[in-house]
């Protein structure tokens, strides 16, 4: 009667442990299902309408599926798949948007094998008022574009186009909309970028444009 007693509970033992494993091993299963690593853009990064997204290899993945959907309206911007590491959005995305990125690694068979999400921020378009692009302007001009909804602040980066590499003449941070060149420019071609940050700071729109100093 002992002897079957000791059998049973190294039966019941036997059933715990095979139980425990079943267990270990789906949570092992569901954990490798989110270990895609997505390389850029970064988490909540703002880039450009038309960025590359890229990722890291996957162990046993032959192909990506990649997908791009606008958050607020859910509509899908893009919905492919690829053999390769990176993937190009062809269409531009909409500027002030922000979009939840997807990858999914898929085995030989187009089974699933791990998957990542992300989200990043589309900037948006600051207008610029003057100087128009490539207009001729004196040594000292005066930058001025158009307020950007949401921006605290705007950050101007003012090149010497004709040094090579290209020259920062300037890097300025500024609350106004507009910014005056002090000192005197030498004739050549210049080009300058604006970028509107929000309170986090935070790049959420951008302007690029050129002007010549005779």
Known sequence: MRIRKYYLILFLCCLLLIS???????????????????TWPA??????????????????ATK????????SSNAIA??????????????????GAQYNWTVQALDAKGDMI???????????????VGPGNFEIVPATPTLVWKT?????????????????????????NTKE??????SPLEPGSYSWTIWAKDADGVTIAEANNQFIVE
């Open 20 to 38: 425990c494993a079943e267990v270990e091993d789906q949570t092992i299963e569901a954990g490798d299902r989110n270990n895609v690593i997505q």
């Open 43 to 60: 988490p909540n990064e703002s880039v450009d309408a038309q960025p590359v997204l890229q990722w890291a290899s996957f162990p046993g």
């Open 64 to 71: 990506y599926r990649v997908a791009v959907t606008d958050l």
């Open 78 to 95: 893009l919905d492919t798949e690829t053999a390769e590491l990176f993937m190009p959005v062809t269409k531009p995305l909409i500027g």
């Open 114 to 128: 791990g998957e990542a999400a992300g989200q990043f921020l589309v900037k948006g378009q600051i207008e610029v």
């Open 148 to 172: 950007y909804p949401g921006a605290v602040e705007y950050q101007v980066v003012l090149l010497d186009d004709d040094a090579f590499p290209p020259v920062v003449v300037s890097d300025t």
């Open 177 to 182: 909309t507009t910014f005056q060149v002090a």
